[in-house]
């Protein structure tokens, strides 16, 4: 991969879901440095659960960064709520440009429950947010996005043999010490997101909308310190949230995305093959 020139986003609508915390707000910040219009999607809006932050929390840091945006309230395993997720985005900027499908289906019992145990409930739940949701977003976007002259949507995924670029995919660990990594119905549904991805490149490209999946690593965000702190585990190795957001500012403003139309991409690799700094975006004037 060759460095592409990056292209100015000031003023340019970016839809983040998942945006109260982790590489969702990071990401949303980032945007926010580069001028930015913000839309921000996230369930939580009240503090005083396990883990910090809030969609209001990160409006408000985006505000101060001098940026615009506006917080919506979103349960992604609603279809309704997705509409008005969209809707709210056109009433107040007038469209969409970027939309990053980032939120997760990572809380909640099933991420440790063994397969025999799974109930089709919480597997039903996972493909609701980490695949169902993204398609009708993708859908809903895409004549918003044909009608601008084009635009950008970015899925955050997870681990798969075409970004390790390997012959084969490698084995899948079952866990790391007393940490589970066996969480069929989020895997599965990632690689569902994945595939989408991909098959619906050549069909969007018609209309100059890319789709580039991201796969951001082992990342320190606020559920993989509390699952580690929870299981004894060491995350050092584990990468700031600023890789992988910056990699999504990278592909977001890529004068060529249709190069990375319908691949999928490894952060950190990409970071360090590209030369992106993390901390490089300029600071929004208020």
């Known amino acids: 991969m ?9 003023g340019k609508v970016v839809l983040v879901t998942g945006a109260s915390r982790g590489i969702g707000r990071q990401a949303a910040l980032d945007f926010a440095r580069r001028g930015a219009r913000l839309v921000l ?4 809006t009240e503090t005083g659960g396990t883990l910090p932050g809030t969609v209001h929390e990160t409006l408000t840091q985006i505000e101060e960064l001098g940026a615009e945006g ?5 349960d992604l395993a609603d279809e309704a709520a997705l509409g008005g997720l969209v809707a709210a985005a056109v009433d107040r900027f007038g469209g969409v440009d970027i939309l990053v499908n ?9 991420w440790s429950t063994p ?5 089709r ?5 996972q493909f609701d947010v980490n695949v169902h949701a993204p398609f009708t977003l993708m859908q809903l976007v895409t004549p918003i996005m044909r009608a601008r002259g084009g635009g950008r949507i970015l899925n955050v995924t997870t681990g798969s043999g075409e970004v390790f670029r390997l012959p084969e995919e490698p084995p899948k660990l079952e866990k790391v010490g007393d940490f589970s990594l066996a969480v069929p119905g989020y895997y599965a549904s990632k690689r569902a997101l994945d595939r989408l991805g991909n098959v ?4 969007l490209a018609q209309w100059n909308i890319a ?28 990468v700031p949230m600023s890789v992988p957001a910056r990699v999504l500012t990278y592909f977001a403003a890529c004068a060529n995305p249709m190069e990375y139309s319908g691949r999928l991409f490894w952060a950190q690799r990409e970071l360090e093959d590209l030369a992106l700094e993390p901390d490089d975006a300029p600071t929004v004037s208020a």
């Open 2 to 10: 060759e460095r592409q020139q990056e292209l100015d986003l000031a």
């Open 41 to 44: 999607a996230a369930r939580t």
């Open 70 to 74: 506006i917080a919506v309230p979103t």
């Open 102 to 110: 980032n939120a997760a289906a990572t809380a909640g019992e099933f």
């Open 115 to 119: 397969f025999l145990e799974l109930s």
């Open 121 to 125: 409930a919480d597997w039903l739940y």
């Open 200 to 203: 619906l490149a050549p069909e």
């Open 211 to 238: 789709v580039i999946g991201l796969m951001p690593g082992l990342v320190a965000t606020e559920i993989v310190e509390w699952r580690a702190r929870e299981s004894g585990l060491d995350t050092s190795v584990a």
